[in-house]
């Protein structure tokens, strides 16, 4: 019986993980109404989708709160940058070397921070993540290049690429010829987001999962039955710094250039607002709360007063100069202040999420078609418990 129901869970995960590839890689459709169809803004949902989905791995299953995670996200892309330099513009060997470097870096950081829990844990990851950005932004200038920032320069080693690669313009990358810009970019982001979603609902249903949602639930009752959980916290810890690197080295995918901010603590303050936002512990939840974050950033920053004169030029014009004077407090410059009342309402009213959101709707939508509850007579002839 065990066997027939997880050949059934494989089975529905499978159709899960399908339909949502299906959704990834229509996103140039069902995007467009909403003006966040170009190929740049879909790359970075995809790849902000990663580094909150590995995020994820380590919060919403262990309960552990790092705000350090922005340093695997700069050695991924650090780590990107020296491989094209090195070897060449292709992504691939790029993207193994950064999640192998972010992994052991995670390794590292992992093993000192999980001798502590709690506030004393995320502490110690920001410290951490700090001094990392001090140390790429000043101390380590000739490997990172300081506030410059490090990029891939025609006069680079670059062993495996040929001598006319990215001659005429802008070095970018590319594989077999085909450049990782516009839609070949956000497909091979799209895919590799696919992947790593796959591979976290593997973990979440695995009885490793299972180990970490117990670390959550109660670490010391665990302890205390001669449980050692650090390995198992640890190893979560480095596979979600390796979600992290992995992210990194697609933002130089994009972009081959690798900066300090990148380890701010305010990157790791937001990828905890994207994990939150979405929905902590759950799997597709961080990725919606990575696009709604980005989509704010990218979208409402860009509005001004021009856009919303035509947004609302239907209104007589006293109305139309109100309007426009009230809504643009919370776009353009001022669009955090419209992410802040969206972030708190979703605290206050669905803590767990949008994804919390969308599934009151479902089941609201189902009881209007009379489905997922009986009747009233059901109720009453409905055999007892034991009979």
Known sequence: MLSLFTKSSEKSDLLLLALFAVVVFAMPIWLAPFG???PDLMQR??????????????????????????AFLGVGSYTAVWTFKLLGMNPIPAIIAAIIVAGLFALLIGFISLRRSGIYFSILTLAFAQMCYNLAYSVLTPITNGETGLRVLRDDLRLFDAPTVGD?????????????????GFYFAAVLLVIMVGLA????????GMMLKAVKTNQTRL????????PYTLAAFVISGMYAGLAGALLCVIDPLAGAERMQWTASGEVVL???????????????????????ENIFSAFNDQTLND?????PDQLQEGFVSVTSLFVGEGWNLSLGILFVIIVVFLPGGVTEG??????????????????????????????
């Open 45 to 70: 949902f995809a790849i902000y989708g990663i580094f909150a989905t590995g995020f994820n791995i380590l919060f919403g299953l262990t309960g552990y709160l790092s705000f350090g995670h922005a």
């Open 223 to 230: 302890n205390y039955t001669g449980v050692n959980t650090r």
């Open 36 to 38: 966040a169809a170009y």
């Open 201 to 208: 609902m593997r973990i979440f249903r695995s009885p490793f």
């Open 311 to 315: 947004i609302f030029s239907f209104l």
């Open 358 to 387: 969308l599934n009151r709707i479902g089941r609201f939508g189902l009881r209007r078609l009379g489905i997922g509850h009986k009747s009233k007579n059901e109720d009453e002839t409905s055999p007892a418990p034991g009979e």
């Open 274 to 296: 994207m994990t939150i936002l979405g929905g902590v512990g759950t799997i597709i939840g961080p990725i919606l709360g990575a696009a709604l974050i980005k989509y704010f």
């Open 168 to 184: 005429g313009g802008p070095l970018l990358s590319h594989i077999g010829g085909i450049e990782m810009t516009g839609m070949p």
